[in-house]
C-alpha cells in the first residue's frame, strides 16, 4: 500500500511567503523529478490542512479551475503575499487613530484581504476541492473549535464558500474583525483565527485523516483506509522561529494591555511546538522505515522581521530570501520528501 501524504501549514500572516516559498521549491522539483511541467503540488499530497495563512495557502492549493483541474501553482499562491501583502495589511491614518494601533479596534480593515480572496477563489465552494482537506476556525458565539472539513462538505449544511472559508481561518484577533459567514443551508457563524487553539494543525490532520476511507474518496485502491501513523507521510510547514525574550523583570509588575501581544507570540509558538513533540513521540513508537516519514520543517527568521502584519516592501522581499534560505538549509530533507512524494503518487 502506497502512504497517505499529509501536507499542514502554520498560522502566520503575512509569514506565510516562508511555507510559500518552501513548497513552491517542492513543486518545482516535483516538476523537474518527473518530467511533467505543470505538475501541481496538490496532485502530490492527499490531504492538506492550515490554519490561517497556512488555511489560505492550502485552499488555493486545492482549488480547482473550470477544467475540475488544479487551478493555481504553488508560485501562484505565493504571489498572493508577494504580489497583494502590502494592500491586504494596509493601514490608512483614520483606522490607524480610530483602532490606536489595534488596541480600540481591529487594527485593519478586511475589505482588501475580501477582495483577494474573491480574485483568487471566486463563487468556488469547500465541495469543489480537489482534495480532502481540514481547515480551522474558532466559532466565537458558540465558543467550540469550528473545523472546515471538504468530505462534510458534501452536505450544504457544511459546505461552504472557499473565500469565507479563507477569511474565517484568517480574522485573526486584533488584526482582522471576526466575520461572520452561512453555510450554503444558510446555518450562520461568527469565527475567528484558528490560531486561538490549533495554530499548527498537524495534529488535527492526523486525527482527521485516521478516519477517512481513502481508498474510495481518493479512487485508488492502492491507498490505506483509516490510516495509522505508520501508513502516513506528514510534512509540515511553520512561518519562522524567532523566539523574543520576555524578560521576568519586564513583566513581573505587567498589566493586560502589556501582556496582549506577548500572550499571542507565546500561544501561537507553544501550540506549534508542542504539537511538534506529540507527532514526534508518536512516530517514534514506529518501526524504524516508518518512523522517518515525519517532517517538521520551521524555517529561521534571519533577516525579516518577525511581525505578522509587516507588509512593507523590504519585509516582503527579505521574508522572501529567508524563505529561499530555508530552502538551503533544509535541502536534503526536502528533496528527500519529493522523492517519497513520487513514488507514493
Known amino acids: 500500500m502506497k502512504k497517505i501524504r499529509i ?26 523529478k518527473t518530467g511533467n511541467a505543470t505538475a501541481h503540488i496538490g496532485e502530490y499530497f492527499d490531504f492538506l ?65 475580501e477582495e483577494a480572496l474573491e480574485e483568487y477563489f471566486g463563487k468556488k465552494t469547500l465541495n469543489d476541492v480537489l482534495k480532502p482537506c481540514l481547515i480551522s476556525s474558532y466559532d466565537i458565539r458558540n465558543r467550540k473549535a469550528h473545523f472546515f472539513t ?11 464558500q472557499l473565500k469565507d472559508v479563507a477569511r474565517a481561518t484568517s480574522a485573526a484577533p486584533t488584526f482582522f474583525e471576526p466575520v461572520r459567514i452561512k453555510s450554503l443551508y444558510g446555518t450562520p457563524h461568527a469565527l475567528v483565527d484558528g490560531g486561538v487553539f490549533a495554530n499548527n494543525p498537524t495534529l488535527c490532520a492526523y486525527a482527521e485523516a485516521r478516519n477517512i476511507q481513502f481508498s474510495k474518496v481518493l479512487d485508488n485502491p492502492e491507498k490505506p483506509n483509516k490510516p495509522s501513523a505508520k501508513d502516513m507521510l506528514i510534512v509540515s510547514v511553520g512561518t519562522g522561529s524567532v523566539k523574543q525574550p520576555y524578560p521576568y523583570e519586564d513583566y513581573k509588575d505587567a498589566g493586560v494591555l502589556k501582556w496582549i501581544n506577548p500572550l499571542i507570540d507565546i500561544m501561537m509558538t507553544g501550540n506549534s511546538e508542542t504539537v511538534d513533540y506529540q507527532l514526534k513521540k508518536i512516530y517514534d513508537t514506529l518501526a524504524v522505515e516508518d518512523c522517518e516519514d515525519y517532517y517538521r520543517i520551521q524555517p529561521q527568521l534571519i533577516h525579516a522581521d518577525s511581525a505578522m502584519d509587516n507588509a512593507k516592501p523590504g519585509n516582503l522581499k527579505v521574508l522572501h530570501e529567508d524563505g529561499l534560505a530555508a530552502v538551503e538549509k533544509h535541502k536534503e530533507q526536502l528533496d528527500e520528501i519529493v522523492q517519497k512524494l513520487i513514488s507514493n503518487h
Open 7 to 32: 501536507l499542514s501549514i502554520d498560522g502566520g500572516g503575512i509569514r506565510g511567503i516562508l511555507p510559500g516559498t518552501i513548497v513552491t521549491y517542492l513543486e518545482e522539483q516535483i516538476r523537474h
Open 49 to 113: 490542512s492550515g490554519t490561517s495563512t497556512g488555511g489560505i495557502l492550502s485552499l488555493i492549493y486545492l482549488c480547482p479551475g473550470e477544467d475540475k483541474k488544479y487551478k493555481f501553482s504553488a508560485k501562484d499562491a505565493l504571489d498572493l503575499y508577494l504580489k497583494l501583502g502590502g494592500e491586504i495589511f494596509d493601514i490608512d491614518l483614520r483606522q490607524k487613530i480610530e483602532s490606536m494601533g489595534g488596541i480600540c479596534d481591529e487594527k485593519y480593515e478586511a475589505n482588501n484581504l
Open 150 to 160: 471538504s468530505l462534510d462538505a458534501e452536505s450544504d449544511i457544511y459546505n461552504y
